[in-house]
Nanobody, 128 residues
Framework: QVRLVESGGGLVQAGGSRRLACTAS????????MGWFRQAPGKGREFVAA????????YYTDSVKGRFTISRDNAKNALYLHMNSLKPEDASVYYC?????????????????????WGQGTQVTVSS
């Protein structure tokens, strides 16, 4: 059983930056593909970014490309999401997720059903 705990959410002004972190325990972190998803009130869960377990390939949804960076530190069992140039539409609850799969297609990484474990989420609020 893998436990994921997100941190780093909060209030940030539009145009600002924020770094989210996700700490994993209870499993071999380096064996898991990791992803960030977000969900705004009244909306479905949306893929944000993912990173493979083996070669560190990264995938992003179009709306965050060039602004967000996903990274992982396997030695620290940690996943990060560096968010720059934040926009009001980025406001959401952000979740990290872990899945045991490898794929060469970003489409696979974008599907929530491919992830087994989820954190409780951290709220990001962006003021305009």
């Amino acid at each position: 059983q893998v436990r994921l705990v997100e941190s780093g959410g909060g209030l940030v002004q539009a145009g600002g930056s924020r770094r989210l972190a996700c700490t994993a325990s209870g499993g071999t972190f380096s064996n898991y593909a990791m992803g960030w998803f977000r969900q705004a009130p009244g909306k479905g869960r949306e893929f944000v970014a993912a990173i493979s377990y083996s070669d560190g390939l990264t995938y992003y949804t179009d709306s965050v490309k060039g602004r967000f960076t996903i990274s992982r530190d396997n030695a620290k069992n940690a996943l990060y999401l560096h968010m720059n140039s934040l926009k009001p539409e980025d406001a959401s609850v952000y979740y990290c997720a872990a899945g045991q799969f490898f794929a060469s297609s970003g489409t696979v990484y974008s599907k929530p059903e491919n992830y087994y474990y989820w954190g409780q989420g951290t709220q990001v609020t962006v003021s305009s």
